[in-house]
């Protein structure tokens, strides 16, 4: 029963370094989110995916980029790691959109 | 635009010290009000949905209500178990889908 899953679950990178940050889900849902979580932000919405071959733009979306490889997989890469970009990244998915979204448990991604 | 604000920041409770945390949001065409607990290192699980005014949900020590600006999660004779973050969110509908805008969330505390 494993819902969101995330990989990695750490990673630190050096200021300019690429990287991609994988999500899958097992719950046959449409939607797929990426959300960035900070101290004393809250959860921001990054990019997000209604359905399979679509994507949008979030509250903060500057710096990266995603792929929705297929109804289970959604990607966030970013091209040129900077130090801003240090945070915990969440990744969920919806299915209807009564139902609420189910969330992973996160990425811990430090940039130096 | 479509704000979220959680209050207090913290709350330290005496087990069985009943309390209630705020959740009050300006947003344009609401559609749904969830409530989520966050434990440390874990992505955000799913509590409540609330949908109208003078709704309210139930679960164990529990209850939220929504009113037409706020939220309110009411905590009855909490146990140490209970100590998470607590976050709310609105939901909102757009073109690209549904999408949720989180406020900063209430880290609780409930000493032995």
């Known amino acids: 029963n494993a819902g969101v899953t995330q990989t990695p679950k750490f990673q630190v990178l050096k200021t300019g370094q690429s990287m991609t940050l994988q999500c899958a889900q097992d719950?046959?849902?449409?939607?797929m989110y990426w959300y960035r979580q900070d101290p004393g932000m809250g959860l921001r919405l990054i990019y997000y995916?209604?359905?399979?071959?679509?994507?949008d733009k979030g509250e903060v979306p500057n710096g990266y980029n995603v792929s929705r490889l297929n109804k289970r997989e959604f990607s966030l890469r970013l091209e040129s790691a900077a130090p801003s970009q240090t945070s915990v990244y969440f990744c969920?998915?919806?299915?209807?959109?009564?139902?609420?979204?189910?969330f992973g448990d996160g990425t811990r991604l430090s940039i130096l | 635009e479509d704000q979220v604000t959680q209050s207090p920041e913290a709350l330290r409770l005496q087990e069985g010290e009943s309390s209630s945390l705020n959740c009050s949001y300006t947003?344009?065409?609401?559609?749904?009000l969830f409530w989520y607990r966050q434990d440390p290192g874990k992505g955000p699980e799913f509590l409540f949905t609330?949908?109208?005014a003078g709704e309210e949900k139930e679960k164990e020590r529990l209850k939220a209500t929504l009113t037409k600006k706020e939220s309110f999660l009411h905590i009855t004779a909490p146990k140490p178990e209970d100590s998470a973050t607590y976050l709310c969110?609105?939901?909102?509908?757009?073109?690209?889908?549904?999408?949720?805008?989180f406020g900063e969330g209430t880290q609780l505390t409930v000493n032995p």
């Open positions: 947003v344009s065409g609401l559609r749904g």
């Open positions: 719950m046959n849902h449409n939607s």
């Open positions: 969110a609105v939901q909102h509908l757009t073109l690209s889908g549904s999408r949720l805008t």
């Open positions: 969920a998915s919806l299915g209807d959109r009564n139902q609420p979204q189910h």
């Open positions: 995916s209604a359905s399979e071959g679509t994507t």
């Open positions: 609330l949908y109208s």
